[in-house]
């Protein structure tokens, strides 16, 4: 479990490296890829805080919460299409999520 902490420390490097990124103009495909990179440790921890809150309030709490925050990119990235008035891409990541949690969970 150490390996997996350094690994995620490592990683942070890139939330500061994406946004200094998208601000000096340094091209989309390297926002994209830093961003991607900087999101993996940030939601590994989000994981393990709503497991160690699911301990504290239960199951079914816990149950709720992880599901919200499982979700939460997708949310986010609905928000911002929805301000930009992409509804055709909000209507497929939508479907895109139900189909994969059928198919996966």
Same mark, same amino acid.
């Given at each position: 479990?150490?390996?997996?902490?350094?690994?995620? @420390?490592?990683?942070?490097?890139?939330?500061?490296?994406?946004?200094?990124? /998208? @601000?000096? $103009? *340094? $091209? /989309?495909?390297?926002?994209?890829?830093? &961003?991607?990179?900087?999101?993996?440790?940030?939601?590994? *921890?989000?994981?393990?805080?709503?497991?160690?809150?699911?301990?504290?309030?239960?199951?079914? *709490?816990?149950?709720?919460?992880? &599901?919200?925050?499982?979700?939460?990119? /997708?949310?986010?990235?609905?928000?911002?299409?929805?301000? /930009?008035?992409?509804?055709?891409?909000?209507?497929?990541?939508?479907?895109?999520?139900?189909?994969?949690?059928?198919?996966?969970?």
């Amino acid at each position: 479990m150490l390996i997996k902490n350094l690994i995620f @420390y490592g990683l942070l490097i890139f939330v500061p490296i994406s946004i200094a990124a /998208e @601000y000096l $103009g *340094w $091209g /989309e495909l390297i926002v994209f890829i830093t &961003a991607g990179l900087a999101i993996i440790p940030l939601a590994g *921890w989000m994981g393990q805080a709503t497991e160690e809150i699911a301990v504290v309030l239960g199951p079914s *709490w816990g149950g709720l919460l992880n &599901a919200t925050f499982g979700n939460a990119t /997708e949310l986010i990235i609905a928000l911002i299409a929805l301000n /930009e008035g992409l509804v055709n891409v909000v209507k497929s990541s939508i479907v895109g999520s139900i189909i994969s949690n059928l198919l996966l969970v």
